[in-house]
């Protein structure tokens, strides 16, 4: 298994998970980031797996050192592949995915690869990867998707095949704290996850609910920009920023409210633990994710993305509706039967497992473009 980091995000808990879970089948597992040894994993690990890392000191401004950087890391990967001769490789997120991909070239083994948000919206990562991307995705045994949207977005660009299957739902605790007049946000706190349009949407509610409050779960490069929004809003006696937890299904079985207010997603992992948790959610229909865990008005609300007047009178409506939070958030807990973490382990396991040399009609069938 090949990530990025471990440290906190969505997409590394589920790494994490995942391992934990064919560990304990007695698989054998190596996890293998391209971070440091200094980035502590933030997700609990079994000591049976096995721990390596791929980080190299590669320099920076320059091409040729940007070019050097890209192939040592290949040929560090390759190194580690060929030392433990696994049946299968998996990777997670683009630039891990391409370089796994390449590492693997030539090696008997199943290269399986899983985009972890909508490829077409991810601007994160340049034109060079994104045309290596386009390139060399046909080359793996295997392309996942967290969503349709996504992987009809990969079909088209990078001519390949891909199934879906979405994030699972870990277990979780029931829920036996009473709620209170709290709402959350939890995710990473980055432009693209809209805590800015939030705050905006908070501030024009609370006048009439004096008594709520609202808590930031997550750390990251906005911080600073969002502690200085709470300011300017005149929200510092009812914004709290708790950073990062591990306990954050304890904060949703205390909220009364959760809000999501991303401009994309990959999968809102957040959003599917918080409904989970039956608490009643917002959340913004961005692309992609949100719409196919929640349909409106059903077991969540959603509302357009970006429209801070449409937030504030969905939370309104929510915060003075106890009736309604309470029938949102029961029907938001059929996603822990719908999205079972064991039955999506299965549909994991069969695309990634080779088949016995002697079972060729089925293996055929695994490589026809997926129905989804």
């Not at 969505?10 to 998970?17: K, T």
């Not at 502590?40 to 070019?67: N, T």
């Not at 608490?279 to 609300?301: F, H, K």
């Not at 357009?304 to 309470?326: F, G, H, N, W, Y």
């Amino acid at each position: 298994m090949v990530t990025g980091g471990m440290d906190c995000g969505g997409a590394q808990r589920v790494m994490a998970d995942m391992a934990n879970y064919w560990v304990e089948r007695g698989w054998q597992v190596t996890l293998a980031t391209w971070s440091s040894p200094d980035v502590q994993d933030f997700y609990p690990l079994s000591p049976k797996i096995s721990r390596a890392w791929l980080h190299i000191d590669s320099g920076r401004g320059s091409v040729i050192a940007g070019l050097r950087g890209f192939v040592v890391r290949i040929m560090k990967l390759r190194r580690l592949l060929r030392r433990v001769k696994p049946d299968v490789v998996l990777s997670f997120i683009d630039v891990s995915n391409i370089l796994t991909i390449f590492a693997a070239l030539g090696l008997r083994m199943r290269v399986v690869v899983s985009e972890r948000t909508h490829p077409g919206l991810n601007d994160t990562v340049g034109r060079p990867w994104k045309l290596l991307r386009q390139l060399c995705y046909a080359r793996a045994d295997q392309v996942v998707a967290q969503t349709q949207d996504a992987a009809a977005w990969i079909e088209q660009h990078c001519r390949t095949a891909v199934v879906v299957i979405p994030n699972s739902l870990r277990a979780l605790p029931a829920v036996v704290s009473q709620r209170e007049p709290l709402i959350i946000a939890v995710g990473r706190l980055s432009k693209e996850k809209g805590l800015d349009v939030l705050l905006e949407a908070f501030a024009r509610a609370r006048p009439r609910f004096p008594e709520w409050r609202l808590c930031i779960i997550g750390d990251g490069p906005e911080r600073r920009a969002l502690v200085e929004q709470v300011g300017k809003l005149d929200l510092r006696d009812r914004v709290e920023f708790a950073g990062q937890v591990r306990d954050v299904e304890y904060w949703m079985a205390r909220a009364a409210l959760m809000v999501h207010a991303s401009r994309r997603e990959g999968f809102p992992n957040a959003v599917l633990e918080g409904m989970g948790m039956g608490v009643a959610v917002i959340c913004a229909d961005c692309r992609s994710g949100p719409a196919e865990l929640i349909t409106d008005g059903v077991n969540g609300r959603l509302v357009p993305v970006d429209d801070v007047a449409a937030l504030a009178l969905a939370i309104s409506q929510l915060m003075a509706d106890a009736q309604l939070r309470e029938r949102l958030g029961a029907e938001a807990t059929k996603v822990r039967q719908l999205y079972a973490h064991t039955a999506l382990m299965k549909k994991w396991e069969t695309w990634i497992v080779p088949l016995p040399a002697h079972e060729p009609n089925k293996a055929a069938t695994r490589t026809n473009p997926v129905s989804r």
